[in-house]
């Protein structure tokens, strides 16, 4: 799916309220899967994760949840 689908998608069934919510998700994923990317090791093992599962995350697309 692309974003201009989903995003026609959202404006037509939710109005744009929700596609403004849509739109703060998707920055809230982006900053946080940064945030991941910059972990190193020692807290990578805190949180639970390893360093592949970190990259895999990391190189998501915002879009995608």
Do not use: C, N, Y
């Not at 807290?43 to 970190?54: E, K």
């Amino acid at each position: 799916m692309t974003i201009r689908t989903i995003f026609a998608q959202t404006l037509r069934h939710h109005g744009s309220f929700a596609l403004t919510a849509r739109l703060a998700h998707w920055r809230r994923i982006s900053r946080s899967r940064t945030a991941l990317a910059r972990l190193g090791p020692r807290l990578l093992s805190d949180v639970g994760l390893g360093a592949g599962a970190a990259e895999r995350e990391a190189r998501k697309p915002f879009w995608r949840d």
